[in-house]
C-alpha cells in the first residue's frame, strides 16, 4: 500500500481547520485508510492504491474536509475554453510513448512547503499509480522559461542540462551517468529507438520520462507553472491532468488549458474538467448496504464523499468528483456512500442457508487417516511446501529430478516446491533433538511433481520414528495396521531406495504400481541432517 | 516407609528410651549412616525427635594406647623408686626411664640428692591414690571415660604429650520416638504384610483378600508421558470448517500452482499491478506456463480489463504460472462457472450458495522470524439474491464468533470487491485490533451477472492469526512450520 508524508505545518495550512491527532487519526481510519505514524513534524499515511488523490497534502485535506463536512467545494471547472499553450505531437512517439497532456497554472503563489508537496506527490503518484513512470511520468517547469510552442516526438540524440546539473548532457550520457536515467531508461528501451523528448523552441524541456531541464526549473519564484503529463493511455494522462488541475485549483490558481495536437488528428484540450455523472434509483445504495437511506440522507452522504447529487425522477444523479480517477460504476459510488455513512454503523444480518453444509470428501478422509495416526501414537506435523534440492534431493541421498521450480527466489533456501514428506519430516526430527524419545511423527499434507509439463498435486502421508530401537519391523507393524484399517490390501517388496539401508527397505505395491515404501533410514542422510538416533520411516500416495 | 526407617521405629518403640546411634545401630544391625540417614526421614515426617550435639571426642594415640596398657612412664619410674626407697640416677636407663624421670621431675613427685632419686611427699601420695593422667587413659582405652567436665589443664597436658587426638563432632542425642511415630510404626507393622503388587497369580488365586496394598507416596516427581496430538493450525483448521459447514458451507478446493489468469485478472487485479510484481509473487520456472482452462470467460476478462484499466491485457501473462498469493483464486473458479450455470439452469439452484475453502498460499518473502513464505489461508462467498454489505458483515461475525473472537470492519479496497472491507479480530491477549483479513460485494465486472439481484459475498483471511489470538504462548506464525516434538509436546490444546 503507498505510503506518503505530510508536513504537518503544510498540512494545516491546506486544512484551514484545526484537527488533533486523535480526532485525524479515527477520520482517516473512517475513510478506509491508516496513519502509520505520527511525527514531530510530518505524518505519515497508508493510502490505498486505488486513490491517488490523496497522495497529495491538498487533495488529502480536500477529502478530508469534505468527509468531516467541513469542505463545500465539488465544483472544479475550468471557464475558460481558450488554451494558452500548445504541444504538437510528432508521428514517431507513437511507438514508445504514445500520449500526453498539460496544463497551466497561473499566479501560483508557492513557498518551500507547496513546493516540496507538488514534487513529492508527482513522484509518489508516478512510483505507484504511475506504475514507476512506466505508464505515467510527470514534469512541472517554469512557464516563463519557455518558449512556445512545445513539441513532443522522438528525437535523435540531443544535449541538455538536466536538472541540477551544471553542464549539458547528450541524451545517452544522462542514461548512463544519471541516477534517473539508470533507473528509468529501461522504459524507452534506452533510447534503440530514439529519445522522447519535449522541445520548445531553445531546445529541449524535458527527457521523457527520466529527467527535465535545469533551464525550466520550478522554486517558490515561480509564478505560472506548466505541467505535463505522458503515459501509455490517454484516457490517464489526461485524467491526471486533471488531478493536478484540481490541486493547482486548490492552491488558488488560475488554471487554464493546453492544446494538444495529435499528429493528422485535430486537435484536443487538456485538462477537460468535464463533468461527469452516474445515475441509479434512489433506493439502489441501501439495498446493497443493507440500510436504509432517504434522498436527504443519500445526498448529504454523497457531499461528504465529495459528490454533487441532485434527484432526476426517482432516479439520483451523482456528479462525479473531478480529481477522481478510481470511479467506474454505480458500485464504486455504492461503497462510497457505505463509507460515508459509516462501517461501524452497518448492523450485521444472517444469511440463511438452503443447502446443508459439507466438508470435502478430501477432508473427511484426511482427518480419518490422521486420527488413526494419532491412535498410533505419531504426532502431527506441518511444514512448508517450499523447499530447495539440498534438502529434497542431495539430503536424502538422491540425485535431483524434475520437479516443480520457483523462477524468482529471494533466498536460496526456496527453489522448488518439494517432492516428498520425509526431508521435512527428517528436517523436524533434527529440530527434535533434544527431546524425549521415542519421536513419531507424521505429516498428512500435498506434494508437487511434474507430469510432462503439467504440475502434479497430489496429498501424501509421512511417518518418522526416531529411536534408539527404531527397526523396520515397528515400522512394517504400522504398514500392517493402516493398510488393514484403510482395506488396502498392499503387496510388499524388496525397495532399493538410496534414502535407506540397502536391503532394509519395502516397497508397497498396489498391483504393479509403487504407491510407497518403508524401511530404516541410511545413517548417511541421519547425519546429513543432524540427526543422533535410528530412524524408521514410511511415506505413502493418498 | 524405608525398612530402615520401619526398623529403626520398632527399636525405639521397644526400647526403654536413652538409645544411641550405636545402640540403634547394634537393635537393628543397620549401619551408623544408615541410621543416622533414617532419623533425618524419621524426624522430617514428626515421628521422632532428637537433639543434635556437638561434643569434643578424645581418642588415645598409639602411644597413650600403649601407656594405658603398661602405665605411664614416670608411674612406672615411681613405684620402682617407692620399692627400692632410692634408686641411683645413673642406673635409670632407657627411653622408659628418662620420659619418667623428666615428667615426675617436672610434676615434683621425686627429688634427686647426691645421685640418688627419691620420691617426694607429693610423689608418694600421688603413688597412693594414682596418676589423674593415668585414668584418663585406661579410661578412654575402656571407653567409659568422657570428655565432659575434664579438667582443661590435664587436657591440654595430654594434647602435648601426643597421647590422645580431640576432634569435634557432631552427635545425635536424646533420641525418642514421638505419638505419630508410634503409630506409624505400628502400621509399619501392619504393612509387613502388604501386596507390593497386583498381578494374575495374585488377582486368580485370591491372595490378596484380606490383605492390604502397600499405598504409594503420590507426591513423587513423575516425567510426562506424551500424548500424540493434532498439529495446533490443523485444530484451527477444523475448527474453521466446522464453523462454516454449521453456517450451512460446503468445501471447495483448488490447485496451489495456478495460472495469473485464476491469480489476479479474473479477480480484475491489472497486468502490472504492483501486487503481481515478482516482489511479491513466485513465479515459476517449471511449468512456466500452464493451459487455460477458462476459455469460455477469456473475452469477458479480456473486455473488463482493456475497458476499466486502460491497457492492453495480455493473454501470455495470464497463463504464467504462480504460485497462489490467495485462495480467492479457488473462490474465482467457482464463481466464474458456477454463474454461468446459474444462469443457464436458474431452476436446478437454490439460492444462497455458501462455499468455502482452506489452503496453502505463497508469498515471495524475505525469511525471517516473522515472515514465512507460505501460509494458510481460508475464502468464502455466498451467491444469493439481493445480499448486502450489512450481510457480509453478519457472515463473517458468526465465523469469527465460533472461535470467540470479536471482528470490526473498515472500509478498504480491493481490485475486485466494492463495496470492500478489511477486518480486524480484537486480541484479548494484546488488547489491540488485529487485521485478519479482506472482503467485499464481488464486482459486477468479475461476476457478469445478467441478473442484477444477484450478488456475490466473498472475503479471504489467514488462518495462523486466529491461532495468535487464542494461544497466547505463540510468539510468531514461523514456530507453525517445521518446528520440532518438543515445541508440538508444549502446545496447550487450543
Known sequence: ?542 | MHKYETAVLEALRKGSGGLDIDALSEATKVGRDGIMWALENLKTNGFVEFKVETNKRMELTDEGRGYAENGLPEENLMRAVDKAGSVPVQSLKGEGNQIGLSWAKRKGFIEIKDGKVMLTADGKSALQKGIPESGVLSGLATGSEKSQGMNENLMRELLARKLITVSMRKGIVDISITDAGIKASSSARAGADQLESLDKQIIKTGKWKGRAFKPYDVSVPIGRKAAAKRHPLRQIMSQMRLAYTSMGFREISGPAIESSFWVFDSLFMPQGHPAREMQDTFYLSNPETLQLDAAPYLSSVKKAQETWWHQNWSLAEAKKAVLRTHTTSVSARYVYTAISDIVQHTSAYSLPIKRFSLGRVFRNENLDYRHLADLNMTDGIIIGKDLTLSNLFGVITKLYGSFGIKVKFKPSYFPFVEPGCEFYAYSENTKEWIEMGGAGLLREEITGIPRKDIRVLAWGAGLERILLIKDRSLKSVTELYGSGIGWLRDRKLS
Open chain 1, 1 to 542: 500500500m503507498p505510503v506518503t508524508t505530510f508536513d504537518r505545518d503544510y498540512l494545516n495550512r491546506v486544512l484551514g481547520i484545526k484537527v488533533d491527532d486523535k480526532t485525524l487519526e479515527l477520520q482517516v481510519s473512517k475513510m478506509g485508510f491508516e496513519v502509520e505514524k505520527f511525527e514531530k513534524e510530518s505524518i505519515q499515511l497508508n493510502i490505498t492504491p486505488n486513490r491517488p488523490d490523496l497522495l497529495d497534502a491538498v487533495g488529502f485535506a480536500r477529502s478530508l474536509k469534505n468527509f468531516m463536512h467541513k469542505g463545500n467545494k465539488f465544483n472544479y471547472n475550468i471557464e475558460d475554453m481558450k488554451p494558452v499553450l500548445r504541444i504538437n505531437v510528432g508521428s514517431k512517439i507513437r511507438a514508445v510513448r504514445p500520449y500526453v497532456a498539460g496544463l497551466v497554472a497561473l499566479g501560483a503563489e508557492l513557498d518551500n512547503e507547496a513546493v516540496a508537496n507538488l514534487m513529492n506527490f508527482s513522484e509518489k503518484f508516478c512510483d505507484t499509480y504511475g506504475r514507476r513512470r512506466n505508464k505515467i511520468a510527470i514534469g512541472m517547469h517554469n512557464l516563463n522559461a519557455i518558449t512556445p510552442p512545445l513539441y513532443y516526438d522522438l528525437y535523435p540524440n540531443d544535449s541538455f542540462t538536466p536538472l541540477n546539473q551544471q553542464k549539458e548532457y547528450p541524451f545517452e550520457k544522462v542514461l548512463k551517468e544519471l541516477d534517473q536515467g539508470v533507473e528509468y531508461g529501461h522504459i524507452i528501451d534506452n533510447g534503440s529507438q530514439g529519445y522522447p523528448a519535449l522541445m520548445d523552441m531553445k531546445g529541449t524541456i524535458a527527457l521523457i520520462p527520466i529527467i527535465n531541464s535545469e533551464r525550466t526549473k520550478i522554486d517558490k519564484e515561480t509564478k505560472d507553472i506548466f505541467v505535463d503529463v505522458t503515459g501509455t493511455s490517454e484516457y490517464t494522462v489526461g485524467r491526471t491532468a486533471e488531478m493536478f488541475a484540481a490541486t493547482f485549483m486548490d492552491l488558488g490558481c488560475d488554471v487554464k488549458r493546453v492544446e494538444i495536437a495529435y499528429f493528422k488528428r485535430k486537435p484536443i484540450l487538456t485538462p477537460m474538467m468535464e463533468k461527469k455523472f452516474i445515475k441509479m434509483p434512489l433506493q439502489k445504495a441501501g439495498s446493497q448496504l443493507g440500510v436504509a437511506l432517504g434522498f436527504n440522507n443519500v445526498i448529504s452522504l454523497a457531499n461528504k464523499m465529495g459528490y454533487e447529487a441532485a434527484l432526476l425522477g426517482s432516479n439520483i444523479r451523482f456528479t462525479l468528483p473531478t480529481y477522481r480517477i478510481d470511479i467506474m460504476n454505480e458500485q464504486d459510488v455504492i461503497e462510497d456512500l457505505g463509507i460515508a455513512y459509516g462501517y461501524d454503523y452497518i448492523q450485521p444480518t444472517e444469511v440463511y442457508s438452503v443447502e446443508q453444509g459439507r466438508q470435502a470428501d478430501t477432508t473427511l478422509a484426511a482427518d480419518k487417516i490422521s486420527q488413526m495416526m494419532i491412535g498410533l501414537n505419531f504426532s502431527e506435523a506441518m511444514n512448508s511446501y517450499l523447499t530447495n534440492e539440498k534438502i529434497n534431493f542431495t539430503g536424502m541421498r538422491l540425485k535431483p529430478t524434475i520437479r516443480v521450480q520457483i523462477k524468482n527466489p529471494k533466498t536460496t533456501s526456496i527453489t522448488m516446491m518439494r517432492t516428498w514428506l520425509l526431508p521435512s519430516l527428517m528436517n523436524n526430527l533434527a529440530a527434535s533433538v533434544h527431546d524425549k524419545m521415542p519421536q513419531n511423527l507424521f505429516e498428512l499434507d500435498n506434494v508437487f511433481y511434474m507430469h510432462g509439463s503439467k504440475p502434479i498435486e497430489v496429498a501424501h502421508i509421512g511417518l518418522v520414528s526416531a529411536d534408539s530401537r527404531a527397526n523396520f519391523n515397528e515400522m512394517k507393524a504400522v504398514f500392517e495396521e493402516m493398510d488393514a484399517l484403510l482395506g488396502l490390501g498392499y503387496k510388499l517388496a524388496p525397495y532399493d531406495h538410496k534414502s535407506f539401508i540397502d536391503g532394509r527397505c519395502a516397497q508397497m505395491l498396489d498391483g504393479k504400481k509403487v504407491v510407497g515404501f518403508f524401511g530404516e533410514i541410511h545413517p548417511e542422510v541421519l547425519s546429513n541432517f543432524g540427526i543422533e538416533e535410528p530412524v524408521v520411516a514410511l511415506e505413502m500416495t493418498l
